[in-house]
């Protein structure tokens, strides 16, 4: 069966940092690239980060890079998103994603075949 969990959302001050995390049980993990996505309240759903299969690529979308760090332990099947200098823009559901095995990273929702039910990660002071 197929699971990925997030964890560690909350409410944090502007200029705040943060640390959402995921466990994946989900077969093959440590072939798959991985990616955080996020949707905020009237918005689509947007790419934030991913880190690619054998974690010596990671991509970052322009509104967090410089503050997220997207990484990956593959020993406990865990992805982790460190988030600095929060902004009260970044509020929103954070989703962890699967891609298919072997996949190169990706931008885009649809190539991800996986997905968590979302942690919420709300900036505001």
């Known amino acids: 069966q197929v699971q990925l969990v997030e964890r560690g959302g909350g409410l944090v001050h502007p200029g705040g940092s943060l640390r959402v995390s995921c466990a994946a049980s989900?077969?093959?993990?440590?072939?798959?690239?991985m990616g955080w996505f996020r949707q905020a309240p009237g918005k689509e759903r947007e790419f934030v980060a991913g880190i690619s299969w054998s974690a010596d690529r990671t991509y970052y979308s322009d509104s967090v890079k410089g503050r997220f760090t997207i990484s990956r332990e593959d020993s406990k099947n865990m992805v982790y998103l460190v988030m600095d200098s929060l902004k009260p823009e970044d509020t929103a559901v954070y989703y962890c994603?699967?891609?298919?095995?072997?996949?190169?990273?990706?931008?885009?929702?649809?190539?991800?075949?996986?997905w968590g039910q979302g942690t919420q990660v709300t900036v505001s002071s």
């Open positions: 989900i077969p093959a993990f440590s072939i798959r690239s």
């Open positions: 994603a699967a891609q298919k095995p072997w996949a190169l990273i990706s931008t885009r929702a649809n190539e991800y075949d996986a």
